[in-house]
């Protein structure tokens, strides 16, 4: 279950054939990428800045992936999460899993990115023409993650 | 009780601090008790870890909740709510 915490960018296709090489158990990939928009409450976003909790990001990503095996059917899991400074288009997390049949990979790759938003300590800082401010968290990340706790 | 504190993104900004090792009387049982023993320090203290501030707390880096017990030695953290992803 790799977890990598980095600064440069990644290419989702290498990933995606490492993750799944050798392993002809898999018939389902499903990855998600999450980039960097250039609006976000109203304001133009000229860059962003993440910063993380070295030492718990790995531990907190590490409960998250062996949660979701330990949920659904699945052989691998990848979370990719980027640092530093960020501009938009750029890429920051993927998120990838390998199961037999898609339905267990899709559902686990959406829990894993609901438990991310709300439980991995990442912090974003944007730079706006107004500008520099810490993004609040949502609400709408809370309710995403709920509904994983009711079943 | 030895602590290793740390604070993270707007909490750190504001209190001009990102760790700092504490020795707390034996009457901070509690990382709500320690969240108010360091309120009680006055400006920008109070303000930042005011009652109505919603924050976050991890014990040895475990998310934990206000009544988690705290132990000799840990590392406790606190940082606004997680914004990742």
């Known amino acids: 279950m790799p977890i990598r915490i980095q600064e440069k960018d990644f290419d989702i296709s290498t990933e995606v054939a490492a993750l799944r090489q050798g392993d002809p158990r898999v018939g389902a990939v499903v990855s998600f990428l999450g980039t960097v928009r250039d609006m976000n409450e109203g304001s133009e976003v000229q860059e962003l800045t993440l910063e993380h909790y070295a030492g718990m990001t790995e531990k907190a990503l590490e409960e998250i992936l062996s949660q979701a095996k330990s949920r659904w059917d699945i052989y691998q899991a990848l979370v990719i999460h980027r640092i530093g400074p960020l501009f938009p288009e750029d890429q920051i997390v993927l998120v990838a899993v390998t199961s037999a049949h898609r339905g267990e990979a899709f559902a686990a790759c959406e829990f894993i990115m609901d438990y991310l938003k709300t439980a991995a300590p990442f912090w974003k800082k944007e730079n706006t023409p107004e500008g520099a401010r810490w993004v609040d968290a949502r609400v709408t990340d809370d309710a995403a993650m709920a509904r994983w706790e009711k079943k | ?85």
């Open chain 2, 1 to 85: 009780m030895k602590l290793e504190l740390k604070f993270f993104a707007s909490l750190r900004e504001a209190l001009k601090v990102s760790e700092e090792s504490i020795s707390v009387p034996t009457s901070v049982k509690t990382i709500a008790e320690l969240r108010k023993y360091l309120a009680d320090r006055g400006s920008p203290w109070a303000e930042v870890l005011a009652d109505g501030k919603v924050l976050r707390c991890a014990l040895n880096h475990q998310m934990v909740d206000a009544s988690t017990p705290l132990q000799e030695g840990a590392e406790v953290a606190f940082f606004p709510p997680v914004t990742g992803g």
